[in-house]
């Protein structure tokens, strides 16, 4: 009884001492490898079946923050990937809950992707996103859920007491409106309350310990695609975004390699849609000519107009950008004007069956109509593509009439009916994708909605690429039904993009009337904005309200092996007169700041092991008595480069560059390579390789 009683008034005091106290939540951060089969799998994002991996220059992270307030617990993955889909959402869920029960469920956990377009893709599951990549790539499913799930575990495994602050800045000059012409399609008085056509603004959560008061980590969000490397670069890249990441990291834990150190620093996808890194614009390839006309074309042709910049190629581009949202990031990191996050957490997620929805639409004129969502049908100028990366056939954006050809191919394979027509007006369709189930399902019916509050801070996870006023329009509903509900005043909503499910973009009804590529990939039909924001109005009036909700469809079960064409490594050979390992191409005896160091090794396939939290290279510098690594894949300044130099006899060669950059000490270096090959008897060994020593001098 006493017991009871001493125990009792413990309690008490411990309540009323964590009401005075700042440490409202118990926080961990983690990250993780997750760098997908490097070579010769073909990239997701650009459509691209010839752009084909072949080595690394920025390895993929997966970043996961788990926010726990003593009661509830969400839990926030941005992954170095295209988008994230729900196979792989379903798939850690039930790994962790192995581990750790039910603590993590559809409910609290959203899985969100970067967007970079220079990652191995094929781990998509629905057909219509893994047709580029030769279907689905177990190779890289596996590494990408291996690798977020070590993240969440790492990230479960140090919580910490800490606190949340939030903040934002303008990054100006790092993104532009790729649609410009559809944007234009939005009401004018709603343009009016925008200074810009895409947002400008950095929002950023940073995370402090109140054991020592070390920042652990930061979330930030900018609403750009990461498409600094274009449809030509075949070396893995985390694009701008993912660089970013890493500068921010390695300038926090400075003794730290990329991927090492203690802070998790990530900037994840948010209304992206329509909005393109490349700041200087669209140009014809062929005349120089600018095509910023409404159909993106050169003499009518889609695949000469390109955008760039603002660096002169594409590293240049992808440095300039990174270092712009870096910078920002640091500002607010390091700015003491941020706003403390509190309050209670909660979170609702609900499954919806897209096709199945109707909503009510105000109409110019007043009068509300009844609208509904269609079947999934892709339009003619999805397969445009965008200025970012063009379509490789005669596709021009901004179609809305058809071509009689593609309509007799398009009708062989899947016809939409006279009510799909109707239903996507006035998209023309080209892949009536919600029509056949042959042999699966080609791209989702069943999208997850879903919503996390961090006290005032509010996760709108969406499951797809919302353009910019779609983005605008979203936030401004869910923080309305908040207010409405009882919710903090100063509620502030972030949208995280391609969460969860991938169902491609998501414009306005106005944007979608023009046809561009964002509006012809708006998969629902014109009201897919409209549905949404009548179901996270809903959401978040049941989340503040405490109405459990439940899922009235789940998604697609797709059969346990899914067809792939990509073939195996066979074997790999090394040739009769080298080893593996062998390097065949020596550094130059002395090098300088600014030179780029080149060597050989003979290789096997990358694809043999991923060498997760590990490297396909090193560059160390002598130094008292050892050898100390100063660079690994993952670093920018290196690249580690493969090719096949012989089919038939399944041989190959990696080719290691490091560029000697100004903070690099005089002294003695050297370069190693490491990797697996595949006996042709059986089996896979490590093999490993270093150059002689050389000399870098002042
Ligand atoms: C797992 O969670 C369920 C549901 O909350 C509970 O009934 C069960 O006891 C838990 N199992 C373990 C091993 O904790
Ligand atoms: C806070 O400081 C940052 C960095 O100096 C700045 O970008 C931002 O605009 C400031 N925010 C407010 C609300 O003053
Ligand atoms: C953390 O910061 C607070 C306020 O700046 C200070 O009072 C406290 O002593 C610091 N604690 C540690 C462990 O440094
Ligand atoms: C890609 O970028 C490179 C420069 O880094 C440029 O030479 C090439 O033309 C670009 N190609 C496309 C299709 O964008
Ligand atoms: C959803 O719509 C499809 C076809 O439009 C119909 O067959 C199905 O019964 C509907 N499902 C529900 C749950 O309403
Ligand atoms: C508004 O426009 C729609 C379609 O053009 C029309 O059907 C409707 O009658 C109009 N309503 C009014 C009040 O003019
Ligand atoms: C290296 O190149 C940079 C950029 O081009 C230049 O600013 C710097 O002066 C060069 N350093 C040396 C030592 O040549
Ligand atoms: C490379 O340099 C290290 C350190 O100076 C030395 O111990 C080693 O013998 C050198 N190796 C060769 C092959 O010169």
Not at 345 to 367: E, S
Not at 369 to 379: D, K, L, Q, S, W
Request: proline share 5%.
């Amino acid at each position: 009884m006493k017991e009871t009683l001493v125990l009792t008034g413990s309690l008490l005091i411990f309540s009323l001492v964590s009401q005075t106290t700042e440490a409202a939540y118990t926080i961990g951060v983690g990250r993780a490898d997750c760098t997908g089969p490097s070579a010769e799998i073909t990239f997701m994002g650009y459509a691209k079946a010839t752009q084909k991996g072949c080595g690394i220059h920025l390895r993929q992270y997966s970043r996961a923050y788990i926010f726990d307030d003593g009661s509830k617990r969400v839990l926030f993955v941005t992954v170095d990937a295209c988008m994230m889909n729900h196979g792989i959402r379903k798939e850690v869920i039930s790994r962790l809950s192995q581990s750790y029960n039910d603590t993590y469920t559809f409910d609290n956990v959203v899985i969100s992707g970067t967007h970079t377009h220079s990652t191995p893709g094929g781990f998509m599951e629905d057909v219509m996103y893994d047709v580029p990549a030769l279907g689905f790539v177990k190779e890289t499913f596996d590494a990408l859920v291996d690798g977020i799930v070590r993240s969440i575990r790492r990230a479960h495994n140090k919580m910490v007491d800490a606190r949340i602050f939030i903040n934002s800045g303008e990054v100006d000059g790092a993104n532009i409106n790729r649609s410009p012409a559809s944007y234009l399609f939005n009401p004018e008085e709603e343009r009016q309350r925008y200074a810009h056509n895409t947002d400008k603004e950095l929002v950023q959560m940073k995370f402090v310990s109140t054991v020592d008061n070390r920042t652990i980590g930061a979330i930030n969000w900018y609403a750009v695609h990461p498409t600094s490397m274009n449809n030509t670069n075949c070396l893995v890249s985390t694009d701008n975004v993912g660089y970013a990441s890493i500068l921010l990291e390695t300038s926090r834990d400075p003794d730290s390699l990329p991927g090492q150190g203690q802070f998790v620093g990530a900037f994840a996808s948010t209304n992206l849609g329509d909005v393109s890194p490349n700041t200087d614009g669209p140009r014809c390839q062929n005349t120089g000519e600018r095509c910023d006309n409404p159909s993106s074309t050169c003499n009518g042709e889609a695949k000469y107009c390109v955008a760039a910049g603002p660096g002169h190629n594409i590293f240049e581009s992808t440095d300039i950008i990174a270092r712009m949202l870096y910078d920002k990031a640091t500002e607010l990191l390091t700015s003491d004007n941020s706003t403390e996050v509190t309050g209670e957490i909660r979170f609702i997620h609900q499954f919806v069956r897209m096709p199945n929805q109707t909503a009510q639409y105000r109409m110019d004129n007043g009068t509300v109509i009844e609208v509904r969502g269609c079947a999934p049908a892709m339009g003619y100028s999805f397969a445009a593509g965008t200025t970012d990366g063009p379509g490789e056939f005669d596709f021009t954006q901004a179609t809305k009439t058809s071509n009689t050809f593609w309509n007799l191919v398009r009708d062989f394979i899947f016809p939409p009916t006279p009510d799909d027509v109707a239903c996507h007006a006035p998209k023309p369709i080209l892949i009536m994708s919600g029509n056949i189930k042959i042999p699966y399902e080609w791209q989702p019916e069943v999208v997850s909605t879903q919503i996390l509050m961090i006290g005032n801070a509010v996760l709108a996870p969406v499951s797809g690429e919302f353009t910019t006023m779609s983005g605008r329009r979203l936030r401004d509903t869910v923080r309305q039904a908040i207010v409405d509900n009882g919710g903090p005043s100063d509620a502030r909503v972030i949208l995280c993009g391609l969460s969860n499910v991938y169902t491609s973009y998501i414009a306005t009804y106005e944007e979608y009337q023009l046809q561009r590529y964002e509006g012809a990939s708006t998969i629902y039909g014109p009201h897919t904005l409209t549905i949404y924001l009548k179901l996270y109005k809903e959401l978040a009036s049941n989340m503040m309200n405490n109405v459990a909700v439940t899922s009235e469809a789940s998604p697609y079960q797709f059969p346990k092996h899914l067809l792939g064409l990509v073939p195996p490594v066979i074997f790999d050979s090394s040739g009769w007169f080298f080893n593996f390992g062998d390097c065949i191409q020596q550094p130059p005896s002395e090098v300088t700041v600014n030179d780029t160091v080149v060597v050989k090794f003979i290789s096997g396939h990358p694809r043999n092991n991923l060498l997760h939290e590990s490297t396909f290279l090193t560059v160390e510098k002598y130094e008292n008595g050892k050898w100390k690594v100063i660079a690994t894949d993952s670093n920018w300044e290196t690249k580690f480069i493969w090719r096949r130099t012989d089919f038939v006899k399944g041989s190959s060669e990696a080719e290691i560059r490091w560029h000697v950059t100004g903070n690099v000490e005089p002294g003695t270096y050297r370069i190693s390579h490491f990797g697996f090959y595949k006996y042709i008897l059986g089996g896979v060994f490590p093999y490993d390789g270093t150059t002689r020593n050389f000399t870098v001098r002042n």
